[in-house]
């Protein structure tokens, strides 16, 4: 019962006028808008009026909130739902953001895995519960383009896809059971020789930070696929196709048209 009165309500927001206004802050902001074919913008502003009926956007430092802000987060964000059976994440309802990368406690493993606590710099943080942290000024130098391989939005909504399931650990929830196997193969394949790659001290088109750990690695993954579709593709197709298959999206054939 519950689920049918929000898919109902959820129609109703997606059939609301998309303000001009905010078209064009997409335009300005979000490098991968233009590239898209007109019955995807349309999909994309409907995810855009429930993400942003939905969840509730908090200023920090001093931050004050405004259309640009939400409009352009709500977008990038939305950009990994369009084709796809979403519940246009559901666990988080707050999105924190600063205006600059901030300070956070964080713990990382020291000698016989006991956690050593200080502080982090941080441009983002996903949650698996509650709310995603972001910094304006690093979201501010990712909307003009889809080239750099850097998108902090991208980033964090994606560990958001991740944590669907209950855990952060570089699987989603996929769209069928045969998928899985092909999935767990190519990015335990592509993972590993990420971490070959720099033990060798070899360049590597993949965020280095992605060998952190599985979660981190599907999360720059996903920023490569929509930000350096075609080097991504060219040089490491299993891991494009099986991101092309999961997403439901083939960013690398809309931009080189």
Same mark, same amino acid.
């Given at each position: ?11 109703? *927001? ?50 004050? *909130? ?7 987060? /709500? ?40 956690? *050593? ?13 509650? /709310? ?35 855990? /952060?650990?570089? /699987? ?33 088109? *993949? ?51």
């Amino acid at each position: 019962m519950f689920g049918f009165l929000r898919r109902r309500r959820r129609r109703r *927001i997606r059939e609301r006028p998309f303000p001009e206004a905010w078209v064009a802050i997409l335009r300005r902001n979000v490098g991968y808008y233009p590239f898209l074919p007109e019955a995807d913008r349309r999909e994309l502003h409907g995810h855009v009026l429930v993400f942003l009926a939905e969840k509730r956007f908090e200023g920090c430092g001093g931050l004050a *909130i405004t259309d640009e802000i939400r409009v352009t987060v /709500a977008a990038q964000a939305c950009v990994l739902l369009l084709h796809r059976k979403t519940d246009c994440y559901p666990r988080p309802e707050s999105i924190l953001v600063y205006p600059h990368a901030y300070v956070a406690e964080g713990a990382q493993p020291g000698p016989g895995g006991l956690p *050593i606590v200080g502080e982090d710099v941080r441009l983002g943080e996903s949650w698996q519960t509650g /709310a995603v942290v972001l910094a304006w000024d690093d979201v501010q130098q990712t909307v003009s383009g889809v080239h750099d391989g850097h998108n902090v939005v991208l980033h964090e909504f994606a560990h958001q896809l991740d944590q669907e399931d209950g855990s /952060a650990d570089g /699987a989603p929830l996929l769209p069928s059971r045969s998928m899985y196997a092909v999935w767990a193969r190519v990015l335990s394949e592509e993972y590993g020789r990420l971490q070959d790659d720099i033990d060798r001290h070899r360049r590597t088109l *993949i965020d280095r930070y992605g060998a952190t750990n599985p979660a981190e690695f599907f999360a720059v993954i996903t920023e490569a696929f929509f930000e350096k579709p075609i080097p991504l593709r060219r040089r490491h197709p299993d891991l494009y196709n099986t991101l092309r298959d999961f997403y439901r999206q083939d960013p690398a054939d809309l931009v080189s048209r």
